[in-house]
Nanobody, 119 residues
Framework: QVQLVESGGGLVQAGGSLRLSCAAS????????MGWYRQAPGKQRELVAT???????NYADSVRGRFTISRDNAKSTGYLQMNSLKPEDTAVYYC?????????????WGQGTQVTVSS
């Protein structure tokens, strides 16, 4: 099992910045990918960014150039630096981790952290 705890959400004005953190615990040795997703009211959950153990990253077009995903493997923590925030970035942000063992791959989710961007 893997437990994920997000932190760092809050209220910020448009153009501001926030940094989200995702602390992983439990059976973390086989986590090969971490990511951030978000869900706005009335909308489906969508991918924001992912990062592999090797550091390869992937971003949604809507955040590329503004958001930066990173991870500290020694601390088992992932981060999402969000700059130039827009009101449309308002959502609950969820941390995701994919753990792969000989049994296959399984995804885990955090409880989410609210990000609100005011105009």
């Amino acid at each position: 099992q893997v437990q994920l705890v997000e932190s760092g959400g809050g209220l910020v004005q448009a153009g501001g910045s926030l940094r989200l953190s995702c602390a992983a615990s439990g059976s973390i040795s086989s986590i090969n990918s971490m990511g951030w997703y978000r869900q706005a009211p009335g909308k489906q959950r969508e991918l924001v960014a992912t990062i592999t153990t090797g550091g390869s990253t992937n971003y949604a077009d809507s955040v590329r150039g503004r958001f930066t995903i990173s991870r500290d493997n020694a601390k088992s923590t992932g981060y999402l630096q969000m700059n130039s925030l827009k009101p449309e970035d308002t959502a609950v942000y969820y941390c995701n981790a994919i753990r792969t063992t000989y049994l296959g791959s399984r995804g885990y989710w955090g409880q989410g952290t609210q990000v609100t961007v005011s105009s």
